[in-house]
Nanobody, 116 residues
Framework: QVQLVESGGGLVQPGGSLRLSCAAS????????MGWYRQAPGKQRELVAR???????NYADSVKGRFTISRDNAKKTVYLQMNNLKPEDTAVYYC??????????WGQGTQVTVSS
């Protein structure tokens, strides 16, 4: 059974930083595309950032220049460095591991709250 375990969420003031981590129990982590998604209350889940097995990354326009996704294949972990956080970044953040066509896994989510 594949598990994705997120950590690093919490309460931070506007302008602050957090680093989210997602540890995966998949057998061959390096072949998966990894992503971070978020869902705010009353809104649909949206892609925040994604990194391919080849280390190509893409970001939502709303986080470009503030967030950075990275991966450590040896540790089977993906990270999301979040800088200059804004109240509108408040959401539950979910980790995703994807290997088309059949494999798509989600973590349980970690809460990020940006508030003064």
């Amino acid at each position: 059974q594949v598990q994705l375990v997120e950590s690093g969420g919490g309460l931070v003031q506007p302008g602050g930083s957090l680093r989210l981590s997602c540890a995966a129990s998949v057998s061959i982590f390096s072949i998966y595309a990894m992503g971070w998604y978020r869902q705010a209350p009353g809104k649909q889940r949206e892609l925040v950032a994604r990194i391919t097995s080849g280390n190509r990354s893409n970001y939502a326009d709303s986080v470009k220049g503030r967030f950075t996704i990275s991966r450590d294949n040896a540790k089977k972990t993906v990270y999301l460095q979040m800088n200059n956080l804004k109240p509108e970044d408040t959401a539950v953040y979910y980790c995703n591991a994807n290997l088309p066509p059949s494999y798509d896994y989600w973590g349980q989510g970690t809460q990020v709250t940006v508030s003064s």
